[in-house]
């Protein structure tokens, strides 16, 4: 299968886009996990319409200008995970959810814990907005490992700013 990537800039430096003959696979949010993938992935091609209408959406996204993403998405997981992620893409725009909640969300109540671990295994973030779940405390906490005022950040473009009083 093939693979193509766009860059685009971000309020906190460069992410790496990439998709197949699907959709958007992949967001690379730091420069070494995108130079490990394209180690893993040396025949990958620049540029395809849907890596550039990606990146269109997310300079609006980051600009303030888009609530939703319109992509066609190339999503591998588990049924579980996928559950999750679809769950996590019905948080609106600017509001967020706790671990807790989603499982609610998703009819299991008990699996707060894996709905953390699909949440940490996310390959599409912003695009599928695990920045919007918080702990249960209201507090940030996990992101992208411990990379938490990324978070914080993309929650401030949508408007979301109670931790900050």
């Known amino acids: ?31 070494e996990d995108w130079v490990q993938f394209l180690e893993k992935n ?9 890596c550039n209408e990606a990146v269109r959406q997310l300079d609006e996204y980051f600009c303030g200008k888009r609530k939703e993403f319109d992509l066609p998405l190339s999503i591998e997981g588990t049924a579980f ?51 919007r779940v918080i702990g249960k405390n209201g507090h940030l906490v996990g992101y992208a490992g411990s990379n938490t005022p990324i978070k914080k950040l993309l929650l401030e473009i949508e408007g979301y700013l109670p931790f900050n009083k």
Request: aromatic share 8%; proline share 7%.
């Open 81 to 131: 995970r996928k559950q999750v992620w679809k769950a996590l893409q019905q948080i609106p725009y600017g509001e967020v959810r706790s671990y807790s909640e989603v499982a609610e969300m998703i009819g299991n109540p008990k699996a707060v814990r894996a709905v953390g671990q699909a949440n940490r295994s996310n390959q599409i973030p912003i695009i599928i907005p695990c920045h």
């Open 1 to 31: 299968m093939s693979l193509y990537f766009a860059s685009c800039k971000a309020p906190f430096g460069n992410i790496w886009v990439i998709a197949d003959e699907k959709g958007i696979s992949r967001i690379e949010l730091f420069e």
């Open 42 to 50: 040396p025949d990958i091609q620049e540029g395809s319409k849907c």
